[in-house]
Each structure stands twice: as structure tokens, then as C-alpha cells.
């Protein structure tokens, strides 16, 4: 037994009965497969039942059978913890049968407590509130902006996520750009984790905010299959602006025990309370969705990645750059492949993100003052299968750190670019300073992290940052350096460059950034003293480069000296110390870092007094080289 | 010349002659301190001049020379960048000599590039967008529902941050709290660092906004002092909700060459313009203003704070009590300290702040699922000298982590605990496991973190937390385990526990949280097999006991085996490799972390997939014996 339907197809009497059993079906599943793993969020499932499954009977335009086609809708679940809906949908849509619906998070199985793109019909991993809502908005950004396509962008949020500010930044952008391709589904079922929510069943208050955000807001009854219809056609046929679904429903609906109760959330029912409820529900079903079809035609994207030849920018020797500036330059380069798309956060004339603006306007995207929507953004376009860049000051990123995290879990593919790290900066102060940037990166799964320190490298790793997936980091330095590198050197993910080497070394300089111009100078004023000095490009913090590291330790006696503009804790230092832990020779290190809180003053004034400048790595080593006389 | 004033007294045209001047003497101020420094944001700073000129002369009930009394209004410069605008305003009301001004930026100075608490008139460090408000609300909130004190809490904001998230939360809890006793004035002056703001002068959009989130808006001509005095007095004067002055201004006001004009964010003027800009204001004053003093009265308020005597829980070696629930038993008893509040974000069931909020429900406070508001409310609370302790899942702090770096910039006092730790966790799956925070927590200036096994260990080290200044971090586990410590156990921050030692000992196994327990478990199954271990528990994992470190590594011959669960980088082992990173003699590193994304599953299928369980530990250690025989 099936329906098929569209929004021009009138909800019959028939219709509406076969969704009626069918969000009956999807409870019934849920419990089940909660029940059956002994936790998970059922009653968080129920409330969203009919909304669900209205959605994937006439409104959601998808073929499960090919999850990857350009022209299928996109069904965001912000609510990640509805993962029993999730996958109760899943198999009424035959994506799944009810024995992997049985495995529900279990071990090994692809249905884990909240839903992750394991699976294929998942675009984002969710379960951190207010995350999936607004990589929709990106989604549906790039189906309208850069794809061109006519596919629709559905989110189902809970109303507990709509304190997350996170929600606001994304309705602000869907309507700044005018997205009527997305449509956010609010489940209000009043009640959150420990009790009930901050606005509970106040629909007028919601629909006055979402107003108020440039939004088309629809209050409807979500247990009502012919108002949920109606406002999904509305929103699905809607040519202005995005809307957003208010649907006032009833937590653990279709079970009288636990109906609008407090205390049931992330509870799976006990057997014989599952057994009773799924009676009360009309028993086990086995109804299959045919969810319409997405739009026919050559929906292939073209969009020429890959293959196309890069032109990097070239420097010259004679040239001083900021890495920042070469990260633009390099990323003008990189715009003759159509697949990159560049956002930035109302700072790309800092982040000279603003130089590709110039040469592709329709591939940049403002996202103004809003540090986690710019990263949704950027993950949104990578479901899209882009290749997105996004760049604020390395400082302001740690406001999207959980949305990094999450796009770690997710498996996405998204470039960052930080600005301005450091005490480096000057003036502006310990606000604008990254310090424990590359801490927070490294820690993240999947993640890459680079730190050139030169215009030719730095324009080398953005080409790289294209090809690697996961997370890339690049981090920029705001002041203009000497070009150390001919155009011709290749960089590589996990690479290093060994600038100063002798067969006299006795002690190994490491530097990243701005640091790698104060060990060469360090080293060239210890070298006229007698003291020979090896010195690395550390560029490539995460992955690192093991055996250089290691044949430095053999060759200088593992007589180590470590500079880096960050706090000591989990920056360049321990990424060395992390890759070398394990062996039997293994270096003893002299570690300069910023250990106090840095103030205003001039670069130089500030990096003298954190003990990272020329002169303080001088005296490291001099002190080091008395030590080891003795 | 002074004009003194209140809300109560009419204001006077002489009234307004003196505001307009003095107005005009904040911008001359700022431009002649950023001109000198060669930065800084005077644009910024002129738009918001007027404003602030009134509020000082008639509405911030303010004693300059005692900033700490407890009756004094708070104003809080949400957009930090107006700093000219800052330190001229401190000028203008005798807290600072002009000499002083003119060291804006300098290095040493008080007066940095973004306004930091050195100085006794700043409550927290500002400069990175959307934090000062929703900290001023935090202040509110203290006012309000602890203090009980009449002070006013005053944030000036930019427009560019209203695209924040963190704004919305920020109104929004100020509404759900009913803080008439807070005023945002926000400077709409169309421009931001790269060009338009999002809404430009369009008023009646932020005007929709601030009115759905619940706080009364008013809508003004940022420039005319009768409409400026007239709002900043019924903001005084409310008492049911916050206000937000919607402020239509001018971008560089009152310097005909750049009012309202694209890039001039961000820089000093030079000279030549500098002059031609104060001849055009009006020529140097030296306008002092006599602010409006707070109410009288006795104003300490009395909190029995650190003096009070605390009876912290205690446990028997046969319990298995998890370190969250733990957190929550040890919170109920530091509630004997009037001055400690309880912050959770709407997981006060799971992290067991809710036992705090059971005792003592005044004190505790619901943040919803906005961790941003969460953290900020917490930082606002520091700010009135209480001692907040905040709780959210440890995966969610990743949320608010640039507040937290801001915090840190700020050298606030705030005690964070984060429960769910670690793949740990099981079925809920990695959206909910922090595997990241031990890395990003460490690199925190001013931070302390802290990782306890056991009950007794939790709740002693709860007590410290309050004693402890700046960020104090706590990670708490999910699942119970035994108690491993007596009750008259002491534990210090700094400190560790040797929980297996002997003079045969050949390898040293640390672990924190869950892995000191299956270090134990493997100890004692290795012991059986004649290799003997050393046990450490490394509960203080920021600063870390390095004196207990460096003896095992002489003891057992620098054989260590590290078991973390996190992800590798940053964690555990860099805290043990850093601080031994310069001795003669350090560690060889078997280092056990989770390398891989987790999925759902157990908690031992979990561990034992990382590798992290106790099996994963025996292996390690015989395969080391086993190499170190060969």
C-alpha cells in the first residue's frame, strides 16, 4: 500500500488516512527500536511523527534509491536526538529494513544514537542542538546560488534548540539571501530535557520572532495531517522567502501513559510499556512511503573541480607578503575551478578573502558578524560537494568550535582560514589574538592544520588545502615577512622544509609562521658566534613530519628549541613532542611560547616580551649550549 | 564645568549645550589618542559619542573613585573597538589624566588596543563581538536575583554584532528574567569593518527583533540629546522588562570628510586630517563630568563566603557513584557559601546541578540550551564577585569556547564542569562526547583542569574549584565506578595520586577519569604475571604534578604508559610530555587515546574499540616488557 502525491495533488480523505497510520508506523518503529537498545529519545520521536511523515508522503521530492542525486530535497534532522524517527523513516521508505532498524545503537551498527552520514541519506552528523538548522540555510545557499537547482532544503528542529543562538544567525542568513528553497519544521512539544521549555506552547511568541527574522512563519496544529499538508505545500511552492513550520505538538503523542508528561525525555520505554503503547498505536505496521520523485533532467552539476589547471601566484624573493595576503591571492587563483566557493565573517578585507569577492562575486558569500553560521555555512557547502573556503580572524573561529567538532563527526570536507594569530598582531590587543588555535584545531577528528610562513608556501598549502579533506586549517599571519621560497618548491600536507642544515648542527630550531623568521635570524646570529643551528618550517603542524623530526634529534643530539606564537599548551611543541613520544631517541626541549597574557604594543615589543623574538631564542641557546659544555 | 543630573531632574538647554560639548570632546579625545597611537577605531568611537555623553552626565549612577562599591551601575563597552571612546569617557570623569589617555596602545599602558579589566572601571575584557552583552545580562541577573542591589547594568553595542547569535540569546534570557534592570543601547551607525552592515538603518527591523525576543525598544535619533536623555531615562526608570535603545547614528560623526562613509573602520586618521577633524569639533576642552552617584546606603553585601565551613559528601569504598553525580552531592554542599551560584544549560538532570537547584533554588539559575548565555552569565556573575560554577554536557562547551578564551583575556573567576566525557559515554554516540575539551580547555589562558575518578576525589576537588582563581575546569564522567579514596583523602590543584607503587616497579600507567580505572584493572592483571606497575592518577591534568612525574620516570625507567579518553592530540600525554619536555631525563611514551570516530555501542565495546580498556593497557605493557628483554 502506497501514496504518492505533490503539492499540487489535493490531500484526499484516503491520503490523509494512510499518513494518520503511517506517523503511527514511525512511533510504533521507534519504540521499538529504542525499547529494544534500551535507550534513545521515543518520545521526542512522537511529537515529530505526523509532521515527518506528511513530509515524506507528498512534499519531500527524493529517491532513496539514489541518495546522491543533485535534484533530491535535502531533510535535515537539527533534532538528531529523533533519531528513532529518523530511522523509522528510513525503513518506511525502504532505505532500510526492520533488521537493521533492530540494530539501532548497537555496536558496528550504522543507526548510532544520533544520526551521522554513515548513512547515505544523512547529509550532517546532529545530536549538538541549533548545528542542523543552520547548515541547512548553507544547503539550501548553495542549491540556490550555486547549483541553480530546484531541489527544497528541509530542517526538522525541536523548539529546546530555539534558544540556541545559533538558530537566529541561520534564519538571519536564510532571509538575507532569500532562501524560499528552506523550510525549517519547528516541532514545539513544550517540554526540553529536565522540564518544560523556556517559551513552552507560546506559538505567538515564536511566530513574532521568526517574523521578525525576515521569515515566513506558519502555526499549525502538527497532529493535524491536513494543516501539516497545507503548510508544507505553502512552504514548498513559496518564491520569496523562507519559512518556517510552527507546529504545536504533543510530546510522547499516541501514547496516553506518557502524553505531554515531564520525565520522559531520552527514555526508551520498558518492554511492557512499549508492548502497551504500541497496542494503543494500532500495533505493528509495515506501510512503505513512495516519497515523489525529484524533479527529472540533467541534473548533473557541472562544475569543472579537479581538473582544471591552477595558476598560483608567484613572488619574488625581494617580495615582504602576509601570509593573509598570499591566502587571498592564492585564493583568486583557485576560483578558476567553478566547485570553490569562498564565505568570510564582515572581515575580508583582513582576511583578504575580499580579493577573491572582486574576481568571482557570485561565489562569495558575507555571512556579516556570525562566526557559527559562517562555519554552518561552509559545511552546508560541502554537502552540496563544493569546495568551500572560509576565513574570519583565527581568534573569532573558536566562536564555531563546536560547529568544527561537529563537522568533524560529519566526515566534511571545509577549508578555514584564521587571520591575525598571535601576539603578532599588535596593537589591537589580546582579544584579537589567536593563542591557542592550533591547541583547539588539532584536537579536532579529521582535522588538518597548517602555518606557513611565506607567500610561496602559504599560496602552495592553499592548493593543498583543495585536494585534502576533513577539516583544513590554515592559520595567517597578519604582518608582511620575507618571501623565503622559490616559486618551484612543492609543499606537502605533513611536510616540513629544513632552511638551515650542516653536518656542525648541534641544535635544531623549529618555528611555524612568524616564528620560523625569528629562529632563521636566531640562527644566522648564532652561526657568526660558532653555534650551528639547524632550522625547520614546521608548516605542516597536523599531520607532522616525523622523519625530518627524527633525523633532527640524530643529528643535533636531539638538542631541540622550540618557538611558537601561542599559549605552551598543545601548539607546535606538542605536536612534536606527540610524533616523537614513542622512540628511542627522543629530543630535550627548550620551549619558547606565550606564557603570560599579552598586551598592546608594537610586534616587536610584544613578541620580545613573550620571549619569542630573535634575542630570546639567541639566549635559549646560548643558555643550552653553556648547559651542554658543562 | 559640570552638569550633575538624574533621571529625575529636566534636562536644560544648558544641560544639553554641555552634553553636546562634551560629546564633541569625546570624539576629539578619541581622535587625538588613536591618531597618536597610529590605530584604532575613532569612526567607531564618534558615532556613539553622543550617546554616551548623556549617559554619563545623567544616567550612569557611577563613583569613579570607587569603582568596587557594590551600589555602582555597570556599563560594559560590548563593542570593545570604540576604546578611543572608552578612555576618552574615563577622561572626561577624572579616572584618567589626558597624559594617560595619550599612551592608547602603547606598550604597558592601561590602555589597550580593546578595553581589558587592568583597569578598575572595566568589568571584562570586550573586542570580540557579541560577548559584552550577554555578560552585562549575566550582571543583571546577579542584580537582580542575588545582589538584590539597585545598580543599573549599561552595554553599548555595535550593530554589526546584532548578527551574533549571542545577542539573541543574550535579550532572550534578559526577557525570560525580566532584568528591567538592564539597558542595551545599540550604535546603529550602517557601517561595519567591510562595508554595510546587514540591516543598515533599518531601524524598525532591529526594532521587530529586539520586541519578539521580549525587551522594550526604543527607537531614536542617536544625535539629538533630547530624545538620547529622554530614553536613557524611562530605560532607568522601567520595571518590568530590559530596554534596547535602538540608536540611529552616524559613522564618524561630526568630521564632515568621513561621516557616514565606507572605509574609515579601523583607522587612526593621520595627522593632517586628525587636526582639520578636532578644528572642525571644536578645538580641544577639558570638560569634566561630575556622574551621578550611586545610591547610598549600605551597600556591602553580606555573602558568608569563603569564611563559611563546609561539609562535603561522603562516600564509602563499596559505593560506585559517577564524578557527575558526584559534582552535584558536592555542589548541594558548597551551597553553605552564599556566595556560590549554580548556572546549567537546560542538562541539569544529566550533569546533576540539579541536586544544587533542589537546595537551594534561588541560586540557580536556568540557561536553557544557549551555552553562549551560559558561559556569559557565568562570566557576569564572577563579575560581582560570586563564585559561579557552570554545567553543561563537556561536548558543549565547544559552544562557548571564545567565550571562555575571552574569560580567560578578562581573568575572570569561573568554575566550569562538563559531564559526558569521552567515548565513555556509549550509545548516545560522538555528537555527544567530548574528545576534544582536555586539549582546548589546557590551552586556555588562566586555566585550571581538573579529571577525577572517584567520588571523594570529585567532591574535594569541587571545594578547591571555589577556591580556585581564573578558568576552572572540571570533567566529569558518565557512568559510576568505585570509590577509590578514604574520605579524609586530601587533593590539591597541582597535585596527583600514586595509587600503585612498589620498588620492583617497571612501568608507570596514568589515567584519569575512566582510564585510571582500567590502568588499575590492568595493573593488578599484569602484576599476576610478575610485571609490576606504577598507577598514577593524574587528576590535576592543568598544572600537572611534575614532581610526581619525574619520579617515575626515575623509577621505572621512563617507561610510561599514558591512557587517555580523548582524542591524541593535546590531552593528557602533551600535559605529561610538556612538563618534562626539558628534563634530562623523560619519558618513552606508550600513549592509548581514542584515534578513531567512535560510533554507539557500550561503554566497554567503546573502550575496548579505542583501545583504551583495560586489555588494550595489559597489551601495550607486555609488548613494551617484551621489547625492552629483547
Request: glycine share 10%.
Amino acid at each position: 500500500m502506497a501514496v504518492t502525491g505533490s503539492v499540487d495533488e489535493r490531500l484526499t480523505a484516503e491520503d490523509a488516512a494512510f499518513i494518520r497510520d503511517l506517523g503511527n508506523q514511525l512511533r510504533v518503529d521507534g519504540i521499538r527500536a529504542s525499547t529494544k537498545a534500551g535507550s534513545g529519545h521515543p518520545t521526542s520521536s512522537m511529537s515529530a511523527s505526523d509532521l515527518l511523515a506528511v513530509l515524506i508522503t507528498r512534499h519531500l521530492h527524493y529517491d532513496w534509491q539514489n541518495p546522491r542525486l543533485d535534484n533530491n530535497d535535502h531533510l535535515i534532522f537539527s533534532k538528531g536526538h529523533a533519531s528513532p524517527l529518523v530511522y523509522a523513516l528510513f525503513k518506511a521508505c525502504g532505505a532500510i529494513d526492520d533488521a537493521e532498524l533492530m540494530t539501532y545503537r548497537m555496536h558496528g551498527s550504522r543507526l548510532q544514537g544520533h544520526p551521522t552520514p554513515i548513512l547515505p541519506w544523512v547529509d550532517v552528523a546532529t545530536g549538538s542542538l541549533g548545528q542542523g538548522m543552520p547548515i541547512a540555510v548553507g544547503v539550501a545557499l548553495a542549491g540556490r546560488a550555486v547549483d541553480r537547482l530546484p531541489f527544497h532544503v528541509w530542517a526538522l528542529c525541536g523548539d529546546s534548540e530555539m534558544a540556541e543562538g545559533s538558530i537566529w544567525e541561520g534564519l538571519d542568513k536564510a532571509s538575507h539571501y532569500g532562501l524560499s528553497n528552506f523550510t525549517a519544521i519547528v516541532d514545539v512539544n513544550r517540554l526540553g530535557q529536565r522540564g518544560p521549555t523556556e517559551l513552552e506552547w507560546n506559538l505567538a511568541a515564536y511566530q513574532g520572532r521568526v517574523e521578525a527574522f525576515g521569515c515566513r512563519a506558519l502555526v499549525i496544529d502538527g497532529h493535524d495531517i491536513e494543516q501539516i499538508d497545507d503548510a508544507l505545500g505553502r512552504a514548498r511552492a513559496e518564491r520569496e522567502r523562507p519559512t518556517v513550520v510552527l507546529a504545536r505538538t504533543i510530546k510522547g503523542k499516541g501514547f496516553s501513559e506518557i502524553e505531554d508528561k515531564d520525565g520522559w525525555h531520552g527514555k526508551a520505554l520498558p518492554p511492557d510499556m512499549a508492548e502497551r503503547a504500541i497496542a494503543e498505536l494500532g500495533g505493528i505496521r509495515d506501510l512503505r512511503v513512495d516519497t515523489p520523485r525529484p524533479q527529472a533532467g540533467d541534473s548533473a552539476v557541472c562544475r569543472g573541480g579537479a581538473g582544471v589547471t591552477i595558476s598560483l601566484p608567484a613572488y619574488s624573493k625581494d617580495d615582504k607578503v602576509a601570509t593573509r595576503k598570499a591566502y587571498g591571492d592564492a585564493l583568486v587563483a583557485m576560483g578558476a575551478r567553478a566547485d570553490v566557493v569562498v564565505l568570510d565573517g564582515e572581515v575580508s578585507n583582513s582576511t583578504h578573502a575580499d580579493e577573491f569577492k572582486k574576481a568571482y562575486p557570485d561565489r562569495f558569500f558575507e555571512m556579516f558578524i556570525a562566526e557559527q553560521q559562517l562555519v554552518a555555512a561552509t559545511v552546508g557547502m560541502s554537502v552540496r560537494h563544493l569546495v568551500p573556503f572560509a576565513s574570519t580572524f583565527a581568534a573569532f573561529f573558536s566562536r564555531a568550535y563546536d560547529f568544527v567538532r561537529m563537522a568533524g563527526v560529519s566526515g566534511a570536507n571545509i577549508r578555514l582560514s584564521g587571520s591575525h594569530a598571535g601576539c603578532e598582531i599588535g596593537a589591537d590587543g589580546p582579544s584579537q589574538m589567536a593563542l591557542e588555535d592550533l591547541a583547539s584545531m588539532r584536537a579536532i577528528h579529521t582535522s588538518t592544520v597548517l602555518y606557513p610562513s611565506d607567500p610561496v608556501s602559504t599560496a602552495k598549502l592553499v592548493a593543498r588545502m583543495a585536494e585534502t579533506d576533513g577539516i583544513v586549517y590554515l592559520r595567517t599571519t597578519r604582518g608582511a615577512y620575507p618571501t623565503l621560497y622559490d616559486n618551484d618548491e612543492s609543499f606537502e600536507v605533513g611536510g616540513s622544509k629544513v632552511l638551515r642544515r650542516g653536518d656542525a648542527d648541534t641544535v635544531t630550531l623549529i618555528g611555524a609562521g612568524v616564528t620560523l623568521h625569528t629562529c632563521l635570524d636566531a640562527a644566522d646570529r648564532l652561526g657568526a658566534e660558532g653555534i650551528r643551528c639547524r632550522v625547520i618550517d614546521l608548516y605542516s603542524v597536523k599531520p607532522v613530519d616525523t622523519a625530518t623530526l627524527r633525523e633532527a634529534v640524530r643529528d643535533t643530539g636531539g638538542n631541540f628549541v622550540i618557538v611558537e606564537d601561542h599559549y605552551p599548551q598543545g601548539g607546535l611543541a606538542a605536536a612534536v613532542l606527540e610524533a616523537l613520544a614513542g622512540d628511542e631517541n627522543r629530543p630535550r626541549l627548550t620551549h619558547l611560547a606565550v606564557r603570560e597574557l599579552p598586551g598592546s604594543g608594537t610586534t616587536a615589543e610584544l613578541m620580545a616580551a613573550a620571549g619569542i623574538d630573535a634575542d630570546a631564542i639567541v639566549a635559549a641557546v646560548r643558555a643550552t649550549s653553556a648547559a651542554g659544555e658543562r
